[in-house]
């Protein structure tokens, strides 16, 4: 009988240590070493949906841009902010917040006939203020603005009716708490913050696919907070995806990690789309004209046909496209942001199988207005062209299989194509498609087929005094540049495009001795050549740094102060690669060159080419002096440039900023360029250090 409840207890008992054993195990799981299959796993819904539509709503969609009678510049959910308004001044306009036009099926319609097949919303921008009903705050929909009604939760409804997945935008810093800043901040992040976020995981607000951080650069947050956080988000919610946001990863407006070692699941590009395919995942967020909040006085819209080409352009690079609409105070969707969703919707109703469950093809880019997409099972290839080919489409970097059928997407006629070695795949169009009205749609054609990646010959390598494949190279007397081909491969190059390539083939060392551009490429017996590498050489006229010269940033050198001058060459800076080689970045300082030349020239024109682009951080100077003469001691200042960055330019620039000269005799230059130094109070890095990129200096 002893016996008998002995094994009785211990049979009780056992699933109860079973289950405590199982329990620690749970809350030990270490989120942040994921294995890479579990993290396919859960990414996967994410990759497979590609589009998705941020929304930027809240209490700035009442000033809409305006505060007391004054047009505020800059983007709109940021106006607490860049008009410096007063926390009792802006609570004024959450108490004036009662959206009664919001209807949230209506939204979701919108976002499900546009082909995006999830929503992130904010939850809580930078201003404080809550769209869902908080339990730890009164400074939300319910108890602070007369809606009194929970928008998140009627979204999320409206979301799992449409078929639509929704997630939530959260901002770590708060302008409106008073421990959200400083030595309280600890206060603010355990009470409020995170408390928060656990609402809107275990509340009524359906299977929440994303928390989407922002605001993570202010100093009081660390990457160790970031990681906490991530761990904790995801105990609650395993299968929750974070963006890299949530800790202190992001380079800048590009979004994506410093390394493999910081917290969150993808990059974020804002308002960029990467140069380059990548294997890491990422989503670009972009507006469809300036703001991100409403803003009534911004009318600077995207065509349908720019959103759609960005759609194309971002999945062939294996990246989610996050495109952004901003409500009104009322609770409408700008009817400029319907029209263009709802042509972007009857695009992709047409191309679809191009667009979802994809994934990126070996050969993602052909020239400029093509790309190349693969379905995730890897049995179709889809070709899409910007601009509608003619009679013929020529293509070189996908090789048919023997028997596919190639088909334009949308049109059920029969297309006819040729495929051999040497000029690649021609498909012809057929003539009923010429006429526009009979095409199956506008703005991009997708071309299907079955394909593998045509044999290209992997690039050449280009050395120049020890630089591998500089896209620009600066001298004085002459300069040689070595090419090395792949292994069965040979090199071609040339001086002029339009020229036979067989004519100039490489066979040693060659010198250059004038400004020339160099197209140099790799052949092989049965591949298609390999992508071209250019390189610019630029001849200028000898010139030494005299004293002063300041010296440009590690990261980004240029040619040095030694290689920017040029006498009407043009020696350009890429504005979408500023790791080219020909930028001179400096980093909160002034730009001070003083050159020079090998004898006195009659100047006619100087001026320096700067690059803009506010959202990395990059400012044109807001002055610049330029000084010139014949003795070094007594330069004349010969002119003097001022500008003064609005924040509602946006956009990636460059802007030549120059005097005449009137044939002045000069052999002595000065240049100084003024930085803003930090970035203004409008900036979203305000405080931060402002950059400076300079890509030439210009005489003649």
């Not at 006085?297 to 352009?313: F, Q, T, Y």
């Not at 379905?375 to 080919?389: H, I, N, Q, R």
């Not at 498909?427 to 009205?437: A, S």
Request: hydrophobic share 35%; proline share 5%; charged share 25%.
């Amino acid at each position: 009988m002893k016996i008998y409840i002995r094994n009785l207890i211990l049979i009780l008992i056992f699933p109860v240590l079973l289950l405590s054993c199982q329990e620690q195990q749970e809350t030990e799981t270490n989120y942040l070493k994921e294995n890479r299959l579990d993290f396919n796993d859960r990414m996967s819904w994410w990759r497979d949906a590609t589009f998705g539509m941020f929304i930027h709503w809240g209490a700035y969609a009442v000033p809409a841009g305006i505060y007391q009678g004054k047009e505020i510049p800059g983007i709109g959910e940021w106006i607490m902010d860049r008009a410096k308004i007063p926390v009792e001044e802006y609570e004024k306009f959450v108490g004036q917040f009662n959206p009664t036009r919001f209807d949230a099926r209506e939204w979701a319609r919108i976002a499900k006939d546009a082909g995006m097949k999830y929503m992130v919303i904010t939850s809580k921008h930078h201003d404080g203020f809550c769209l869902w009903d908080s339990k730890v705050s009164d400074y939300d929909v319910m108890d602070a603005a007369p809606i009194q009604r929970d928008l998140l939760k009627e979204l999320a409804d409206a979301c799992n009716k449409e078929g639509v997945r929704l997630c939530f935008y959260h901002s770590i810093m708060d302008w409106h708490h008073p421990d959200a800043k400083g030595n309280n901040f600890a206060k603010y992040r355990e009470e409020y913050l995170i408390p928060q976020l656990d609402e809107l995981l275990s509340g009524d607000y359906g299977d929440v696919g994303i928390l989407w951080f922002d605001g993570e650069w202010i100093s009081e947050w660390t990457e160790e907070q970031g990681k906490a956080l991530y761990q904790h988000l995801r105990s609650l919610k395993p299968d929750l995806i974070i963006n890299n946001r949530v800790g202190k990863g992001r380079q800048g407006m590009q979004g994506m990690n410093k390394d493999k070692t910081y917290a969150g699941d993808f990059g974020t590009p804002e308002q960029e789309i990467l140069d380059k395919a990548s294997a890491l995942d990422w989503e670009s967020c972009m507006t469809m004209n300036n703001t991100w909040g409403f803003k009534k006085n911004d009318h600077n819209w995207k065509s349908a046909e720019m959103l759609i080409h960005n759609l194309v352009d971002i999945i062939a690079k294996g990246g989610n496209y996050l495109l952004n609409v901003g409500p009104t105070a009322e609770g409408l969707i700008p009817e400029a942001s319907v029209e263009r969703l709802a042509e972007m919707g009857e695009w992709i109703r047409v191309n679809k199988e191009a667009i979802y469950k994809t994934q990126r093809f070996e050969h993602f880019k052909e020239g400029e207005k093509i790309r190349y997409i693969q379905d995730k099972k890897g049995k179709y290839v889809y070709a899409v062209t910007f601009e509608w080919p003619g009679e013929v489409l020529n293509l070189y970097y996908a090789q048919p299989n023997e028997n596919t059928k190639i088909s334009l997407l949308g049109y059920p006629g029969k297309l006819d194509w040729e495929y051999n070695l040497k000029t690649g795949l021609s498909i012809q169009i057929p003539d009923e498609l010429q006429d526009p009205e009979n095409r199956p749609c506008e703005h991009a054609w997708v071309f299907k087929m079955q394909a593998i990646p045509a044999g290209i010959v992997s690039p050449p390598v280009v050395d120049v005094d020890g630089k591998t494949n500089p896209k620009t190279v600066v001298f004085f007397d002459e300069v040689f540049f070595v090419a090395d081909a792949p292994r069965g491969a040979k090199i071609q190059y040339t001086r002029d495009l339009s020229s036979s390539w067989s004519r100039t083939p490489y066979l040693a060392p060659t010198r250059i001795d004038s400004s020339v551009t160099i197209w140099v490429r790799a052949i092989e017996d049965g591949k298609f050549p390999s992508e071209i590498i250019t390189v610019r050489f630029v001849k200028s006229s000898k010139f030494k740094r005299t004293g002063g010269s300041s010296k440009p940033h590690s990261r980004y050198p240029g040619q040095g102060i030694d290689g920017f001058l040029s006498f009407g060459d043009g020696l350009r800076g890429d504005i979408n690669n500023i790791q080219d080689g020909a930028w001179l970045g400096f980093e909160g300082e002034n730009m001070e060159v003083g050159l020079e030349l090998d004898e006195i020239k009659s100047l006619s024109r100087i001026e320096a080419g700067f690059l803009q682009n506010i959202g990395s951080w990059i400012f044109l100077p807001e002055k610049i002096e330029f000084f010139a003469g014949t003795d070094p001691k007594s330069l004349k200042k010969v002119g003097e440039l001022k500008h003064k960055t609005s924040p509602d330019e946006m956009g990636k620039k460059v802007i030549d900023m120059g005097i005449d000269l009137n044939s002045i005799d000069a052999k002595y230059i000065k240049i100084i360029a003024h930085s803003i130094k930090t970035c203004p109070d409008w900036h979203q890095g305000a405080g931060g250090e402002a950059w400076i990129f300079c890509d030439e200096i210009m005489m003649n």
